[in-house]
T-cell receptor, first 113, second 111 residues
Framework: EPEVTQTPSHQVTQMGQEVILRCVPI?????FYWYRQILGQKVEFLVSFYNNEISEKSEIFDDQFSVERPDGSNFTLKIRSTKLEDSAMYFC???????????FGEGSRLTVL | DQQVKQNSPSLSVQEGRISILNCDYTNSMFDYFLWYKKYPAEGPTFLIS?????DKNEDGRFTVFLNKSAKHLSLHIVPSQPGDSAVYFCAASGGTYKYIFGTGTRLKVLA
């Protein structure tokens, strides 16, 4: 069964460093998302991406964040200068349509020290 | 801004009995709802969905009910099994690309 894959599964970084989280969405999906979950809290929407551009973003997704689909298969989330409060599980998701089921990856745990 | 609320943080049910998980929303523009199950250190797994044109959707042991006037949906699991023990999230969207998730309900099915 096709699935969304994410790398790395866990990354530890120092505050102020740049981090890139990678995702390979399901191949025939057209809509891509990043969500995050801070430990013990709810899953929060960060950004949606369609047709090579951001469709929507939340207030969390500030200038420190960026997304890219560099090669038609990968979908990346970059955090330019990490802060302690960026520590969370980051989930990539994809969907065939703009509404409908989202398929999530296993997540990338980011720990900022 | 809690547009989607799951007011019960936890629920314990005996194996074989019915589990009922509730979700309330405030935004009347929401027209598509999803339920996800999540195990620790894993991504959310899609369970079942419902659009606002329906009031019930069933898939095996899982049934979702939608009451639009009350802005309330519920997930019924029957019979509950120990493997159903997980955190359950409802999520809603309405004409946009983003889904708003509730805070989750931790279900524990006791053997």
């Amino acid at each position: 069964e096709p699935e969304v894959t994410q790398t790395p599964s866990h990354q530890v970084t120092q505050m102020g460093q740049e981090v890139i989280l990678r995702c390979v969405p399901i191949s025939n999906h057209l809509y891509f998302y990043w969500y995050r979950q801070i430990l013990g809290q709810k899953v929060e929407f960060l950004v949606s991406f369609y047709n090579n551009e951001i469709s929507e973003k939340s207030e969390i997704f500030d200038d420190q964040f960026s997304v890219e689909r560099p090669d038609g298969s990968n979908f990346t989330l970059k955090i330019r200068s990490t802060k302690l409060e960026d520590s969370a599980m980051y989930f990539c998701a994809s969907a065939i349509a703009g509404t409908g089921e989202l398929f999530f990856g296993e997540g990338s745990r980011l720990t900022v020290l | 801004d809690q547009q989607v609320k799951q007011n019960s943080p936890s629920l314990s049910v005996q194996e074989g009995r019915i589990s009922i998980l509730n979700c309330d929303y405030t935004n009347s523009m929401f027209d598509y709802f999803l339920w996800y199950k999540k195990y620790p250190a894993e991504g959310p797994t899609f369970l079942i969905s419902i659009s606002s044109i329906k009031d019930k959707n069933e898939d095996g042991r899982f049934t979702v009910f939608l009451n639009k006037s009350a802005k309330h949906l519920s997930l019924h699991i029957v019979p509950s099994q120990p493997g159903d023990s997980a955190v359950y999230f409802c999520a809603a969207s309405g004409g946009t690309y983003k889904y708003i998730f509730g805070t989750g309900t931790r279900l524990k099915v006791l053997a």
